[in-house]
Structure formats: C-alpha cells, structure tokens
C-alpha cells in the first residue's frame, strides 16, 4: 500500500541567529527563529511523513516546550521520524518539497540539502526534489519577515 502525506512550515526571520535550512547552514544575515534550528524545510518533511503515516505532527511528537529540543538539529528529528517509518515496515519513495523565500537565494545551496537530507531519508538524489522561488513580494515571506516550506512524501508500507 502506498500513502501521501503533506507538510507546511513557516519562521520567523529573527536578525542575528543562524539560517539553518535542510540540515545546511547558510549564510545570511538573519536565522529562522524556534525552540530548535528553526529548519522549516526538515519540519515540512518531518510532517509529511508524519502524515502519510497517520501519526500525528511535529508538535505533537517534539514538543517545543521540552528542553530536549531546545537548539535540536531538526535533521537529527527528521532521522528519528525515518526510524519510525522502518519500525512500521515503511519506506519512503519520494519527497517533494518547496522553499519559498525571498532571499537569500536557496539555488546554489540546494545540493549540499540533498547531500544532507538523502542519506537521512534514504533516498537517492533524483527521488528528493527540493525547489526555490520568492513569493513576489506579497505578505510576510515576500517582505522578507518569514521564510515557508511545503513537502510532499509518497510511502510505502506493508499491505
Ligand atoms: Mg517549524
């Protein structure tokens, strides 16, 4: 049996911490603010996953009142989410996601995800698709306040 799951994220842009997105950082003047690295992107997929699982979200399973993740790398979340996925006899066939950011630009760092993120999910390149674009300006991404990420998963599970 195969099932889909979808995930949204959206930070704040807060001056002065670190960007951190799909497991890389980035270099920018601003971070993406949160009780852990702030990584939308690995939230998007973590919640994908969760979804296509039937297992409830983000917050649900990494509280962000629990200082245990307090600063979490969010990949190191991600991995334990595609632990979960192996213990229900699961594995994953792809992942689509978005970046939607005004600046900086994500194009050049999108690879260096993809090395991060593939080994993580255990999936190769071409099943991870990891897309940028701005949001033309309008509401709080495009007035570079906030930075949002969507993803979709396709699993596999046993029949
Ligand atoms: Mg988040």
Do not use: Q, W
């Not at 600046?103 to 991060?116: D, F, L, N, R, S």
């Not at 940028?132 to 906030?146: Q, S």
């Amino acid at each position: 049996m195969h099932k889909i799951g979808f995930g949204y994220d959206i930070h704040r842009l807060e001056a002065g911490r670190k960007l951190v997105l799909g497991g890389v950082d980035i270099p920018f003047r601003a971070g993406l603010a949160g009780h852990s690295d702030g990584d939308a992107l690995a939230h998007a997929v973590i919640d994908a996953l969760l979804g296509a699982l039937g297992e409830g979200d983000i917050g649900s399973r990494f509280p962000d009142t629990d200082p245990l993740f307090k600063g979490a790398r969010s990949v190191g979340l991600l991995g334990d989410v595609v632990g979960l996925l192996r213990e229900r006899g699961a594995e994953i066939v792809n992942v689509d996601s978005v970046i939607v950011a005004e600046e900086p630009k994500m194009g050049p760092h999108i690879p260096a995800m993809k090395a991060v993120l593939c080994p993580v999910l255990g999936i190769s390149a071409t099943n991870l698709g990891i897309k940028a674009k701005t949001n033309e300006g309008l509401g709080p991404v495009g007035e570079k306040r906030a930075i949002a990420c969507y993803a979709v998963a396709l699993i596999r599970l046993p029949d």
